[in-house]
């Protein structure tokens, strides 16, 4: 099926580190959403942009609607152990549809 | 503020039978949605309902069939399951306001066909 590219596919990282993940399309959305994803879980909504170039923060997270409309990315700051989890973009196309594309996912591991 | 809950949580088929699947939205929310999600890989959208009508549709076979009831709550139907209907199958709720669509998912349902 249809998924978007995101990246990177997997990342350890150490208590405390910054972490940066994106999502790249060919399609121009109108809509990205970003969630978490716990195993045998339901993905959960961490944030959600609107407009190109909208910066949108939630706690220790921020993400960004790129200009073009054909990318987002997700940061984490102060990464703490129950950061760790699949985390997922899903962009929505222009003109209006529907449906949302979600990316391949990002695995987070967090080394305490 | 109850969220999205689905029914049941597990399911165990065989191939060739039938299965419905259970989902009752947000309160406040209008849309249902319904994703495939298979191991490994990112949700797959299978259709929306919306005044009680499929408005979209994914690539998925007739045999995956919905229903929307008068209160917005959703089943999700499939007919002679095959071994790649293993998955969990999440449902979104949404409200659309002002062309803004923020969806919702609940905790899914497992169903292993065997």
């Known amino acids: 099926g249809q998924q978007l590219n995101q990246s990177p596919q997997s990342m350890f990282i150490q208590e405390g580190e910054d972490v940066s993940m994106n999502c790249t399309s060919s399609s121009i959305f109108n809509t990205w959403l970003w969630y978490k994803q716990d195993p045998g879980e339901g993905p959960v909504l961490l944030i959600a942009?609107?407009?190109?170039?909208e910066l949108t923060s939630n706690g220790r997270l921020t993400a960004q609607f790129g200009i073009t409309r054909k990318d987002s990315f997700l940061n984490i700051s102060a990464s703490i152990p129950s950061d760790v989890g699949i985390y997922f973009c899903a962009g929505q196309i222009t003109p209006g549809t529907y449906k949302y594309i979600f990316g391949t996912g990002t695995r987070l591991k967090v080394l305490a | 503020d109850a969220g999205v809950t689905q029914s049941p949580t597990h399911l165990i088929k065989t191939r060739g039978q039938q299965v419905t699947l259970r989902c009752s939205p947000k309160s406040g929310h209008d849309t249902v949605s319904w994703y495939q999600q298979a191991l490994g890989q990112g949700p797959q959208f299978i259709f929306q309902y919306y005044e009680e009508e499929e408005r979209q549709r994914g690539n998925f076979p007739d045999r995956f069939s919905g229903h929307q009831f008068p209160n917005y709550s959703s089943e999700l139907n499939v007919n002679a399951l095959l071994l790649g209907d293993s998955a969990l199958y999440l449902c979104?709720?949404?409200?659309?306001?002002?062309?803004?669509?923020?969806?919702?998912f609940g905790p899914g349902t497992r169903l292993t066909v065997l």
């Open positions: 942009l609107y407009k190109a170039g």
């Open positions: 979104a709720s949404s409200l659309v306001l002002r062309g803004q669509d923020t969806q919702y």
